[in-house]
């Protein structure tokens, strides 16, 4: 039998069909999705249809998991009152701060699990009704983007649902209690709306006019936990266009500072999460202005010193998450004539990224969570001079697994879970393509104190 799961990013949508008993990938489809902050929901659906993942024929069981955060706002007709805000929109800044302020940073750890950033689905409301009342006037029904996809899949005629993983990424919904806050989304909304009813697990959305068997869903890290199997003492570093970080733990996080968001997972778990704004896109702009391409970047990288020099990239480009800087730039630091060339540039582009996502590890670590190893995933971890300096920055052996879509690979794997009617997941195997331990190098300490004696002068974090 087969099962299919869709991963509908930001950049693109990617379907995989999978076999349902041993993980092996029959078959792929991927389409792009349009660049920006905000995306007209139907782009999505054109692309799933493009990808391929609307014909179902030959498939017993599905199951969408997407990029979180994104504000669905639907009028009474269900057609959406403006384009979708995407979780890397930072407009909404201002009004996570006062919702921050209004309540208090520890009430929203204890309730909801995160402390109000731009990039939650409740801040994004409180804009909405600040800057756009007209449309937000109209708002009868909130979904994400995983939700609305699962909704459309299944006729957009019955309720649409949601999972566990997703519904704690919006702000108005408890890991802890398992409910919605329905008086947060009414303070930021100015009113009560419909929410997609919340699904465990191994609980179907429904079927599709075909028969499908459609599974919860999940939002995009938890599929990629599910994907790669992620085991107590792992954690995963995910190099895409943002930078997650994220374990599993049987309990959930408190955290008032919000740099660890306490979401749930697609497994019943939680899944504590740190995240930066800026990781593959770092290497990306760091090789156009050399005027070069990545694997250029990786040449270069490798062709300098192992610490850069001192020359030190606080790679904040488009704002930041972890610290919460959402109006951050990006800086050089120790620049001198020795390290103003390519290869100290290239490889401060590298350390820097990798930087920001220890002090990631570090703030998952200060939480109770105990992390062993790390598996890198990503784009970004194809880099040779990623991988070889991961280790050391990171302070444990490191993990590459073979490359995947380990997003779709996990709604895949939920797929093939619902289908089975089994307690646990299908044991698929997990690849492992590089596996690096750190050296040991007296230059990584250094680095790792440089970076924040740098991030302190300049922002005071």
Known sequence: MAVRGIDSSTQSCKVLTVDETTGRVLAT???????????????????????????????????????????????????????????????????????????????????????????????????????????????????LPHDWLTWRLLGATDPPTTDRSDASGTGYWSPVTGRYERDLLVRALGHDVDVPEVRGPTDPAGRTADGTLVAAGAGDNAAAALGLDLRPGEAVVSLGTSGAVFTVTDRPVTDPTGAVASFADATGRFLPLACTLNAARVLSATATL???????????????????????????????????LPDAAG???????ATMTPPHLAR????????????????????????DRVLLIGGAARSRAVRSAA?????????????????????????????????????WPRQIADHRAPTGAPWTADLRARYAEHRRRTYGV
């Open 29 to 143: 489809g991927q389409a792009p999705h349009p660049d920006g902050t905000e995306v007209d929901p139907l782009a999505w659906w054109r692309a799933l249809a493009d990808a391929g993942g609307h014909d179902t024929d030959g498939v017993d069981a599905l199951s969408v998991a997407a990029q979180q955060h994104g504000m669905v706002a639907l009028d009474g007709d269900d057609t959406p009152v403006r384009p979708a805000l995407l979780w890397n929109d930072v407009r909404s800044a201002p009004q996570a701060a006062r919702l921050t302020t209004d309540l208090g940073a520890e009430w929203w750890a204890k309730s909801v699990g995160l402390v109000p950033v731009a990039s939650y689905t409740v801040t994004k409301l409180a804009w909405l009704a600040e800057h756009e009342p007209v449309h937000a006037a109209r708002v009868a029904r909130v979904l």
């Open 290 to 324: 050399l005027d070069t391409d990545l694997s250029g970047l990786d040449a270069l990288a490798e062709s300098a010193p192992p610490d850069a020099g001192g020359l030190v990239l606080l790679p904040y480009l488009d704002g930041e998450r972890t610290p919460n």
């Open 348 to 371: 401060a582009a590298v350390l820097g990224m990798l930087c920001g996502l220890a002090d990631c590890l570090d703030e998952l670590r200060r939480h109770g969570a105990s992390i």
């Open 391 to 427: 280790p050391d920055v990171f302070g444990v052996p490191v993990l590459v697994p073979e490359p995947a879509e380990y997003v779709a690979l996990g709604a895949a794997r939920q797929a093939a879970w619902l289908l089975s009617g089994a307690d646990e997941p299908p044991a």
């Open 331 to 337: 800086s050089l630091h120790g620049l001198r004539r």
